[in-house]
């Protein structure tokens, strides 16, 4: 049902409700209560045009949720594993294998849709909040701005992207070096790790991690 439509029916339903009380109240004054029956199914209808209305935006909000994607974000700290192959002078091949202490955050899609989303790096609770309020219609600084990620800032990886995650699947995870955000947050920083969709959607985990 249009929005404009819904909005008439519940207008109608109003107006009615109004005639309806401006009819009972004369009657009272005039002591023509009317018969039970006649109470009954004046408000039954009155009744009914709203509970209508009710069902169908309940149906619409319900629809919309099992039909739109939407992701929680993990993060936290993991040990990972990495391999450095070096040729000796006799030709063989050599292999250390040393342990490292990463940042892994990755997205799973709770939602009915797959969707698309793309890590834009971390954020304090403050700059969150900021980006929770800001007016795109304004001018000031867009918010966003101040996720910082700085492996993409510092050219470390390969430009960030959209990545497409289907109906309760994973993206793929980020490893990230620790020593980069110790340097571009203060010590004791709570932050938290974010991702983005097409239409400029925040989401970031539920958990913080702390520098």
Not at 60 to 68: I, L, V
Not at 142 to 147: G, L
Not at 174 to 202: A, H, Q, T
Request: aromatic share 12%; net charge neutral.
């Amino acid at each position: 049902m249009p929005k404009e439509l819904r909005k008439y029916i519940v207008l109608f339903a109003f107006f009615i409700t109004g005639q309806a009380c401006i009819f009972i109240i004369v009657d009272i004054f005039k002591g023509q209560f009317g018969s039970v029956a006649d109470w009954v199914s004046g408000l039954g209808a009155i009744f009914a045009i709203l509970a209508v209305e009710w069902q169908v935006d309940e149906q619409r909000r319900e629809f919309n949720e099992d039909k739109n994607a939407e992701i929680k974000v993990a993060v936290g700290a993991t040990t990972i594993q990495e391999e450095d192959k070096k040729k000796r002078a006799d030709g063989k091949t050599e292999c250390t294998v040393t342990t490292k202490r990463v940042l892994r955050t990755y997205a799973y899609n709770v939602g009915y849709s797959a969707g698309s989303f793309m890590f834009i790096g971390f954020a304090t609770k403050d700059t969150l909040e900021k980006i929770k309020e800001y007016d795109p219609h304004s001018f000031g600084n867009d918010p966003i701005s101040q996720v910082i990620d700085p492996a993409a800032q510092l050219m470390l990886v390969p430009e960030r992207r959209f990545e497409k995650v289907d109906s309760r699947g994973v993206s793929k995870p980020i490893d990230y070096d620790i020593s980069l955000l110790k340097k571009n947050f203060d010590k004791g920083s709570i932050i938290y790790s974010v991702y983005m969709d097409p239409l400029r959607e925040i989401y970031y985990s539920e958990s913080p991690i702390k520098i």
